[in-house]
């Protein structure tokens, strides 16, 4: 009775949400951009607080109250045994100050610069809401939380920044417990943060492709073969390139390998993924070349798109479920620097390698200004677009990553952290929708390859620091799928069923769609986007 009785509450509410705004729109009025109490009759304000109240404990089988502390102290706090001490359990749901003083402070941060950027349209509200929510005292925590759910619901759902509004709203939770101590409401935290879950589930279906962001020697040749491994459609052979669209990576500077190459007679003049511009291919095109051909998947390997004249109009293609994947950049330079060595070995051979152009690969120098844009903060260069991409060495700087930041967070739908074995899976699994987690890893160079690396590699650090930023939005991420996954646990689908084993049949082609194979329109299960 209390299922059917929250089923009806949740509809009815949602029936007079639509009819509020429908009957506005009839009037000549717009649907208020920023959502206060008078714009909500109490019929709502009953319908949404019993659909909270109900649907959520009943249907959804909720956190218990340490849960839910668990969860964000799992993500955000340090790592303790609390769970294996009754003692220590008992003390943390009593305990604030839980964040360590950076996170704490760049969660603060991540607040200040979001609410500068942004004065106009739809995400000041949120923001407001947000503030009001991590000073709220625990008389009027219930209202804002519920207060919160609601705003949420009047947001569209094809809002480009719904992963910045996930953020925002796990970061003010965190910092409310972090100041005032442990949700008293956590049963209303919960169904936040269900919302939110539901809301990305939803996203990723009606989109129905993938954009992978392909940061070099930072594990996307493992995903690409995992993602087709999950059902998805896309070409291995070029590492889920498309030759089409000219996303390959560049690395070496074509003018300083003439210079190492003085008056010598060699027989690679042209070294292999040089820097060069890209033909402008918009992301509409893109996804429409994606249908013809029957992909679901495909990456992009080179920089963001739109930031021909500035890094501020650099973006991903946003009509794609859009994944980055991080790695610690000091693994990755030397990655990049091995495998540099091996295109040189096999392009121009042992000899001229050794003797002409990387006779003096033991320094720095000569890496750096053989590879520009791989030693030197690659990942905001591949974020801020061709006009920052092609920035000479040591040009980046304090706003460039203050803008690669920004889009990080508000246009980035599922971010991967390599290193970390558990985040990682998490998204795979909730922010992907993927069964199959164990990725194939390729691309591992040789053992001979260490003799490139120069001596004083720590000149490069400098020019490479480690920016946690990424990692942070990821752990608020995993909040919510972890959130997910608890009700995962109770028995409610939110997690699509196996995919099956990749398939033998040829791809299918618009003339080929008669075939038997092509019936189901040439497209497999691949997580969230092929669960539709």
């Given at each position: 009775?209390l ?9 009815l ?31 709502m ?101 519920i ?17 910045l ?50 940061i ?11 993602a ?18 000219g ?31 890209r ?6 095109t ?24 500035s ?21 990755r ?6 495998f ?55 040009a ?9 930041r ?16 558990n ?25 001979s390859?260490?003799e ?39 028995g ?41």
């Open positions: 009775t299922s059917c009785l929250s089923y009806v509450s949740y509809l509410a949602q029936f007079l949400l639509s009819l509020k705004k429908r009957t506005k729109r009839l009037a000549g009025y717009r649907t208020p951009r920023s959502l206060n109490d008078d714009h909500l009759s109490p019929a304000k009953l319908c949404a607080t019993y659909t909270t109240i109900i649907i959520l404990p009943y249907c959804f089988n909720s956190f218990t109250y340490a849960d839910i502390i668990h969860v964000f102290r799992t993500w955000l706090g340090p790592q303790t045994r609390s769970e294996d001490d009754p003692y220590r359990f008992a003390e943390a749901r009593h305990a604030k100050g839980f964040l360590d003083n950076k996170i704490q402070k760049d969660l603060a941060d991540f607040l200040d610069w979001t609410e500068r950027d942004y004065k106009k349209g739809l995400l000041p509200a949120v923001l407001s809401t947000a503030r009001r929510l991590i000073n709220a005292e625990n008389a009027t925590l219930r209202d804002e939380l207060y919160f759910r609601i705003q949420l619901g009047y947001l569209p759902t094809n809002f480009v920044k719904w992963p509004v996930r953020r925002i709203v796990v970061a003010s939770l965190a910092l409310r417990q972090d100041r005032h101590g442990p949700l008293t409401q956590d049963l209303y935290a919960e169904g936040l943060l269900m919302q939110l879950f539901m809301q990305h589930q939803f996203s990723a279906r009606r989109k129905g492709m993938m954009e992978f962001t392909h070099s020697k930072s594990g996307g040749t493992s995903f690409c073969r995992l087709v491994d999950n059902g998805c459609q896309s070409d291995t052979e070029w590492n889920c390139l498309v030759d089409a669209f996303d390959d990576p560049r690395y070496f500077d074509q003018s300083y390998h003439e210079i190492l190459r003085r008056s010598w007679n060699t027989s690679c003049d042209d070294i292999e993924k040089p820097m060069k511009p033909l402008p291919i918009s992301c509409r893109r996804r429409m070349w994606l249908q013809r051909h029957a992909q679901t998947a495909y990456a992009n390997e080179y920089t963001a798109f739109g930031g021909f004249t890094p501020v109009l650099a973006h991903p293609c946003r009509n794609m479920l859009t994944v980055l994947q991080l790695r610690h950049p000091y693994e330079i030397i990655s990049h620097i091995k540099a060595w091996i295109i040189y070995l096999l392009r121009c051979g042992e000899r001229d390698s050794r003797a002409v152009y990387l006779k003096n690969r033991n320094r720095t120098d000569v890496w750096l200004a053989l590879m520009p844009a791989p030693l030197n903060n690659y990942l905001i260069r591949s974020l801020l677009g061709e006009v920052v991409f092609n920035l000479p060495r040591g980046i700087s304090q706003a460039h990553l203050d803008i690669a920004g889009i990080l967070a508000k246009h980035y739908d599922v971010l991967l952290v390599l290193e970390d074995e985040l990682f899976q998490a998204s795979l699994r909730y922010g992907l929708g993927f069964q199959r987690l164990n990725p194939r890893h390729d691309n591992k160079a040789p053992k390859a260490k490139s690396l120069p001596r004083d590699l720590w000149n490069l650090y400098d020019l490479n620091r480690l920016d946690q930023f990424g990692v942070l939005m990821a752990r608020l991420d995993a909040i919510v799928y972890d959130a997910a996954s608890r009700v995962a646990k109770s409610v689908a939110v997690t699509p069923t196996p995919s099956p084993p990749p398939s033998q049949q040829p791809r299918c082609f618009p003339w080929d769609m008669d075939k038997p194979h092509c019936r189901d329109g040439g497209f497999r299960r691949c997580g969230w986007i092929g669960d539709r």
